[in-house]
Nanobody, 122 residues
């Protein structure tokens, strides 16, 4: 399974971006029933942090720093996930990574994308 992010770029403070993640490769039919998905980010000199997660059942959680500004969603039929980012701030600048994870025994626990750069600057 490969994860590929897109949609990053340069945006002014207060602007919006929409990130997308597509899962491809050896995707089995029930991938969306097995893997939760999430977005992480890593700013220069900082540890990678969780931004938002959407579970198999559709429930979501967000980091406090992005609540009410970011919205995570997934299309199970297309094996895609998105992150709508509004009200962007300079501190949102980071490389954003797509992640799929599961705790089900016998399956690969983690898949990661290569990342997409988001830069918020005037």
């Amino acid at each position: 399974v490969q994860l590929e992010e897109s949609g990053g770029g340069l945006v002014q403070p207060g602007g919006s971006l929409r990130l997308s993640c597509v899962a491809s490769g050896n995707i089995f039919t029930n991938f969306h029933r097995v893997y939760d998905m999430g977005w992480y980010r890593q700013a220069p000199g900082k540890q990678r942090e969780l931004v938002a997660v959407i579970r198999r059942g559709g429930s979501t959680n967000y980091a406090d720093s992005v609540k009410d500004r970011f919205t995570i969603s997934r299309d199970n039929a297309e094996n895609t996930m998105s992150l709508q980012m509004n009200g962007l701030k300079p501190e949102d600048t980071a490389v954003y990574y797509c992640n799929a994870f599961t705790t089900i025994p016998g399956l690969p626990s983690d898949y990661w994308g290569q990342g997409t750069q988001v830069t918020v600057s005037s």
